[in-house]
């Protein structure tokens, strides 16, 4: 598949937009999908990215699950009641400072939060089979570029 503008050619902001437009549509439809076919298992993708950042972190401050979700403390108190009550988290006083509450998953939330990953990993594998060996290839080589180019702009 060509691209429709050439770099080079005075089109690389064209480009640009239109990978920018593709890449949106395919976030919004890959979410889509996982919703469709229940690979959230009724979890918001806020409720699974916070469970996955405990699981990664654990015990983890209630503040610093907010910084690296990017979300303000009040959203983060919210967001924890939900996953307490349900069972997948469990919040702790800090015995050195008891101002702070610090998160672990409980077993329900990581058995869960498997679930999900496991779920989501076959989904993905279903849905690029579309992709030829070398496309998946130059998909992984472009994904990895980006991720440490990432790196080095948080810095």
Do not use: C
């Amino acid at each position: 598949m060509k691209p429709r503008t050439v770099p080079g050619t005075g089109g690389r902001q064209k480009l640009e937009e239109d990978t920018f437009n593709s890449y949106i549509a395919l976030q919004v439809a890959w979410q889509r999908l996982l919703i469709d076919n229940g690979s959230t298992d009724g979890l918001s993708f806020g409720q699974i990215n916070a469970i996955t950042a405990i699981r990664d972190h654990q015990p983890i401050p209630s503040r610093r699950l907010g910084q690296l979700l990017g979300i303000t403390p009040g959203a983060v108190t919210q967001l924890i009641d939900v996953l307490v009550k349900e069972g997948l988290v469990a919040r702790q006083e800090n015995t050195k400072d008891r101002r702070v509450s610090e998160l672990t998953l409980t077993e329900e939330g990581a058995s869960r939060l498997a679930w999900i990953m496991q779920r989501r990993r076959d989904t993905f594998v279903g849905f690029y089979k579309v992709l030829s060996d070398e496309e998946m290839s130059n998909l992984h080589f472009i994904i990895q570029k980006l991720l440490r180019h990432l790196e080095t702009v948080k810095k």
